[in-house]
T-cell receptor, first 119, second 113 residues
Framework: GAVVSQHPSRVICKSGTSVKIECRSLDFQATTMFWYRQFPKQSLMLMATSNEGSKATYEQGVEKDKFLINHASLTLSTLTVTSAHPEDSSFYICSARAGGAGALGETQYFGPGTRLLVL | QKEVEQDPGPLSVPEGAIVSLNCTYSNSAFQYFMWYRQYSRKGPELLMYTYSSGNKEDGRFTAQVDKSSKYISLFIRDSQPSDSATYLC?????????????FGSGTRLLVRP
C-alpha cells in the first residue's frame, strides 16, 4: 500500500516552454501533498505544501508564479514549471500524506521523481 | 547550525557488516522520526518510522531514538550490496502553521561484495 506515482519520469524541454508534472496517490487519499526539489548529491528541498481544494503554501524563496501547483482532488496534484530555464533543471519529487491520527497518517510517501532538463 | 545534522559519508563497508547511521537534531519539538532510503535517481522510500524513544526493529533494520540526547540511529545488520544507497533521516515539525518534514542531508552507503 501507500504508492505514489509521478508522470513523466523524465522530460526534456526547450527554454521558455512550460512543463507539467503529475503526482498521484494510487491507493490512498492524500489530504496533503508536497513538492520537493533535489540537486545532485544534496538533500530534498521543500518547495511547497498543498492541501486538496486550497491554495498551495510556498516556501521562502520559491516563486509561486513560476511553480504553479494545483491539488484538484485527494489523489492528484500537479506542478507546472512555467517558462522553464536551464537553471530549473533538477529532480522534482512529490510526496503525499494521508493525514489522520497516528504515525501512519503523518508519514509522507514519495513518488519516484521527475528529472527535468531544460535546454 | 542546521536543525538536523547527518554525516554525508560516503560510508564504505564490506558485505555482512553491521552499519550504523546517525542523525542529531536541535529542536526538542520534533516528534515523529523516519528513515528513508533513496537509490540513485529514484524517490525516497520509507524504511522505518517511530515516535517514542527506544528501539524499533524490522527485519535487518533497527531504528533507535534517544530524545534526551536528540540523537537517532539506524542499524543495518548483515548488510548487502543492495543496501548501497543514500539514507535520509527525517523528523516532523510544526512550522508555519503546518506539519513539515525536516530532512538530514543524507548519508551515502556503499556495501562492497
Amino acid at each position: 500500500g501507500a504508492v505514489v506515482s509521478q508522470h513523466p519520469s523524465r522530460v526534456i524541454c526547450k527554454s521558455g516552454t512550460s512543463v507539467k508534472i503529475e503526482c498521484r496517490s494510487l491507493d490512498f487519499q492524500a489530504t496533503t501533498m508536497f513538492w520537493y526539489r533535489q540537486f545532485p548529491k544534496q538533500s530534498l528541498m521543500l518547495m511547497a505544501t498543498s492541501n486538496e481544494g486550497s491554495k498551495a503554501t510556498y516556501e521562502q524563496g520559491v516563486e509561486k508564479d513560476k511553480f504553479l501547483i494545483n491539488h484538484a482532488s485527494l489523489t492528484l496534484s500537479t506542478l507546472t514549471v512555467t517558462s522553464a530555464h536551464p537553471e530549473d533543471s533538477s529532480f522534482y519529487i512529490c510526496s503525499a500524506r494521508a493525514g489522520g491520527a497516528g504515525a501512519l497518517g503523518e508519514t509522507q510517501y514519495f513518488g519516484p521523481g521527475t528529472r527535468l532538463l531544460v535546454l | 547550525q542546521k536543525e538536523v545534522e547527518q554525516d554525508p559519508g560516503p560510508l564504505s563497508v564490506p558485505e555482512g557488516a553491521i552499519v550504523s547511521l546517525n542523525c542529531t537534531y536541535s529542536n526538542s519539538a520534533f516528534q515523529y522520526f523516519m528513515w528513508y532510503r533513496q537509490y540513485s535517481r529514484k524517490g525516497p522510500e520509507l524504511l522505518m518510522y517511530t515516535y517514542s524513544s527506544g528501539n524499533k526493529e524490522d527485519g535487518r533494520f533497527t531504528a533507535q531514538v534517544d530524545k534526551s540526547s536528540k540523537y537517532i540511529s539506524l542499524f543495518i545488520r548483515d548488510s548487502q550490496p543492495s543496501d548501497s544507497a543514500t539514507y535520509l533521516c527525517a523528523m516532523r515539525a510544526w512550522m508555519d502553521s503546518s506539519y513539515k518534514l525536516i530532512f538530514g542531508s543524507g548519508t551515502r552507503l556503499l556495501v562492497r561484495p
